[in-house]
């Protein structure tokens, strides 16, 4: 759900290295073995959560690294465009959709990030705020914003506050995002730039089919239409703004996690009350699976039926998303991390599944066939997406297959969560919907 803005400067960060293919059989192979009866519980219990430090470092630094490409592409796209660039930019958003979505888990359970996410991956999006919409556009209810037009529009009054736009400006787009207490008044995070790169989705067959003389300041379109040069270099200054601010951020949530910085919320995590730490490893991964996953972004989508419930709804890129977010719990459970195309995956040591084997070999048994479950379903939406059976199709009315391999996704997710829920009581962590922790010190 779409929430207003939190913003700070831009850090640079160190390389990760932390890519490699993570396919199935990763979560299929049972974890190396039980721990010895020699082993302490609390120094295991100790070393899960710093493993669960070090995997959100790994996840935000690779995140950050192919935000860092995007920017790069999108500054080529908008310094000379053409079509070729324009591809090679949405590429790269698509490439790094995969990294973003496997830090979703850490969201929930950590108000570091649940504060700050709201303008990197708010959604849905009232696209009408940026740029040009067809008539038949449905904003949201009351929007005063919902065909302002950032693009076309020199300047924009919100709360009663007039801000001249020519050029915008990154404070501007901080005040406008959320602006006039609309949640869905987005002008930055991920699907703020996915519109602008493809536009409105109303291809039967496939993502939003945005010109890429949209940029291009010689023979300037909106879409169909012939348009002033203003307005493409205006679209373009909009596209790298949200760029950089998307690199900037995920740099400074890099660092919030880093081992290295005594200030980290990730340090003081770590470190400090061991099950505080491990109930917000849990509440991350219960919420994201059984709340967020099956219910906001599968389940109200398919009794919804409508295309504006899917998350990137821009791009047709859904499927994607919902399987890396779900790699994301598997991730924290299994204690290891890896993408497509890379070297260096990291293995802990020490993981929850490591944990409840040597706590409770059954349930760990029972989460071993959830996860594997939950893999089979979410890779087979994955499977179908990827050769166009993307997530609006399924979900449409009348699409009785669709609806069942939705319906078969949303169980094994549901189910997962209850597993996870039967671990943490196991591990006599009482309520686990944590409290946000006021820390001494966090990095900013």
Known sequence: MVRRTLMAAALVISI??????????????RFAAAAPETVDPAAQMRAVVRS???????????????????????QALTAQPSAQRLAAARHAWRDARVDYAQTEVFRFG????????????????????????????????????????????????????????DPVSWPQLKFIHGGSDVEANVVLGYHAIEFLLWGQDHNPNGPGQRPWTDFDGAACTSGPH????????????????????????????????????????????????????????????????????????????????APEEEQDCFSDDTHQSLYFNARGIANIYFGRYARP?????????????????????????????????????????RRQGQQGATFDRLIEPGNTAGHALMTEGIAALQAL????????????????????????????
């Not at 996840?59 to 999108?74: D, F, K, N």
């Not at 009663?160 to 736009?165: D, K, Q, R, V």
């Not at 890099?254 to 730490?277: F, I």
């Not at 802990?348 to 996860?371: G, H, K, N, Q």
Request: aromatic share 6%.
């Open 52 to 74: 669960y430090r070090h995997l959100a470092h790994l996840s935000y630094e690779t995140a950050y690294h192919s935000a860092g490409r995007l920017r790069r592409h999108i």
């Open 417 to 444: 969560g209850v597993a996870l829920e039967s671990l943490a009581v196991r591990l006599e962590l009482g309520p686990i919907n944590p409290q946000a922790p006021q820390f001494d010190r966090v990095s900013s």
């Open 341 to 381: 195309g890379g070297v260096s995956p990291y293995a802990a040591a020490s993981s929850l599944a490591t944990l409840a084997e040597s706590l409770d070999p059954e349930l760990a048994a029972t989460l071993l066939t959830r996860f594997d479950s939950v893999e089979t379903v979410m890779a087979e939406i």
């Open 226 to 305: 012939a348009a002033p040069a203003a307005h493409c270099r205006r679209r373009g200054r909009l596209l790298g703004l949200m760029a950089e601010h998307l690199y900037s951020e995920l740099g400074r949530m890099t660092l919030n996690w880093a081992g290295n910085n005594p200030g980290s919320y990730g340090l003081h995590l770590a470190e400090g009350d061991v099950k505080e730490g491990l109930r917000r490893m849990l509440f991350g991964m219960i919420r994201l699976a059984g709340d967020e996953l099956a219910g906001e972004r599968m389940q109200v989508a398919l009794l919804s039926h």
């Open 110 to 165: 950590n108000w570091i990030v649940d504060d700050w996410e709201t303008s990197i991956n708010a959604w849905p999006v009232d696209e009408g705020v940026l740029d040009y919409v067809t008539a038949d556009y449905a904003a949201s209810p009351g929007n005063p914003l919902a065909r302002h037009n950032l693009v076309s529009a020199a300047s924009v009054t919100i709360d009663g506050i007039t801000l001249h736009t």
């Open 16 to 29: 990760a290295a932390v890519i490699g293919h993570y396919a199935r059989n990763h979560l299929e192979a």
